[in-house]
């Protein structure tokens, strides 16, 4: 965060400042609990409580200004206005805006419905290399997590990866109203939120937010496999830079395209190509959809004239996704856990499930697929949980175990699919499910645990690991 006085801050917000005109020398929080001294405190309703109840805490942790939605009854500088959500955002973008006057500070959004966290790591051991840089914690990516992001850089970042998730159309516009990317990046538009968002359709017009109001000397990545996203290079006066698994058109020779992809337990492999020159690309993480996010940043390193070969080589440093994606654990006893069961969309774990039997048939190990709930579908969760279960077995995963009564539908389609009932069986908790693996698990075996978090699994792929 920038050393800012509290009568700077007060005007960004729009707010009005009772107390002394102190210096903010620390980071913005909005957890009493990260409060440090010389920080500010914002104060503002939540789900389940209210932080005007936590302002005592904040300041008891070295608080020098607490912003808030009403006049306080403590000792302490404080800026009061409307709404706690929408001053973090206004303290936000008046904070990029006076970095990029002091620096070179570079923007990069990244949206999708599936795969930002991810790409989100890679373009941080991409960009590090090149100058500090700033990227999100976990997934903050929504109306207080972004900005949250946005307040950590100075005057020295010159990077600033975001991502931006939405819930609603006009979510994604007003955070790159925030923040102004000098790149705007779109990963995939599926069904992820799809039951909030009201269908693919109106998914497709809130991601086209990205990219819309880019300026003509900024930068758009597009992903050219989906037909979707790709549709979004005619509502954007940005440059295009085009990404995906087949060679550009002959105008248009430098697109970045992956060939060759292959995936094992060991890791994931292709080929980079950009005209007529080319590269090896070798991930330690384990799937081959993620050569699509690999892509996507290193299109942005790309159009930012960076070394491919060097941010190749920083991709190929990557131990892992994220914690709980695609996350590789050996528990001992000759077996591998596969835990991604953070996130969960109809893509993703098409992808996962695909990813699982492709890495088990090549090493001649048996698969066990463990799912849960995929979350925020609406109208269609029956559908699309029908159809990972035809899924797994039409690509041969040898046992499935689906848990909790919101995925039932996936066991179900199983058994309807083929002869396949004898190897799938649903239970109700994870500590049922648990029970029935480790009564059955054999060695070779490898489990793919995969849900949405509200199902709960992570924990499980956690303990089935051995974490």
Do not use: C
């Not at 949250?148 to 609603?168: C, N, P, Q, W």
């Not at 337990?265 to 991930?283: D, V």
């Not at 309807?416 to 693996?437: H, P, R």
Request: glycine letters at 10%.
């Amino acid at each position: 965060m920038l050393r800012m006085r509290a009568r700077e801050i007060a005007a960004a917000v729009g707010g009005a400042l009772h107390g002394d005109d102190v210096l903010v020398t620390g980071s913005v929080e909005t957890d009493s609990r990260l409060v440090t001294p010389g920080g500010a405190f914002v104060a503002m309703p939540g789900e389940s409580t209210d932080g005007h109840r936590f302002v005592d805490a904040a300041v008891a942790a070295g608080a020098a200004l607490v912003i808030a939605e009403r006049p306080l009854e403590q000792a302490v500088p404080h800026v009061v206005v409307d709404s706690g959500v929408v001053a973090l955002g206004a303290l936000a973008a008046d904070v990029i805006r006076r970095v990029r006057e002091a620096g070179e500070l570079t923007v990069i959004g990244v949206t999708g419905s599936n795969g930002k966290t991810t790409t989100k790591n890679m373009l941080q051991a991409i960009l590090e290399q090149h100058g500090p840089t700033v990227s999100p914690i976990k997934s903050f990516n929504n109306e207080v997590g972004a900005p949250m992001t946005m307040l950590r850089i100075d005057e020295a970042t010159r990077y600033l990866v975001l991502e931006m998730g939405a819930s609603y159309v006009g979510d994604i516009a007003r955070l790159t109203a925030m923040s102004q990317p000098d790149v705007g990046v779109v990963l995939k538009v599926g069904l992820a939120h799809a039951g909030e968002f009201g269908g693919v359709e109106a998914t497709t017009r809130a991601k086209t937010e990205m990219v819309r109001d880019l300026a003509e000397s900024h930068v758009a990545v597009l992903n050219r496999d989906d037909e979707r996203v790709a549709g979004m290079a005619g509502a954007t006066r940005a440059r295009i830079a085009w990404f995906g698994t087949s060679p550009g058109t002959a105008d248009d020779p430098t697109t970045l395209w992956a060939g060759d992809i292959a995936s094992t337990l060991e890791g994931t492999t292709a080929t980079i190509h950009r005209g007529e020159e080319s590269w090896p690309l070798r991930l330690r993480i384990l799937g081959e959809h993620h050569v699509m996010n690999a892509l996507a940043a290193l299109t942005v390193a790309d159009a930012l004239g960076l070394d491919l070969e060097r941010a190749i080589a920083a991709l190929g440093s990557l131990e892992r996704a994220e914690r709980w994606r695609m996350e590789l654990l050996e528990p001992g006893g000759g077996i591998t856990v596969i835990n991604d069961a953070y996130n969960a969309s109809p893509d993703s774990m098409a992808a996962a499930i695909r990813s699982l039997a492709h890495m088990t048939r090549e090493a001649g190990r048996r698969s066990i697929a463990v799912l849960g709930e995929m979350g925020e579908l609406g109208a269609l969760s029956a559908e699309e949980h029908d159809r990972i279960g035809r899924l797994a077995v039409r690509v041969r995963i040898d046992r499935l175990v689906v848990v909790g009564s919101a995925a039932k539908a996936i066991h179900d389609a199983a058994e309807l699919e083929s002869s396949f009932g004898q190897d799938t069986a649903w239970v109700e908790t994870a500590e049922e499910a648990e029970a029935l693996l480790r009564s059955s698990l054999e060695p070779g075996d490898v489990v793919l645990v995969k849900s949405s978090l509200s199902a709960g699994l992570k924990d499980l792929g956690d303990r089935i690991g051995g974490r």
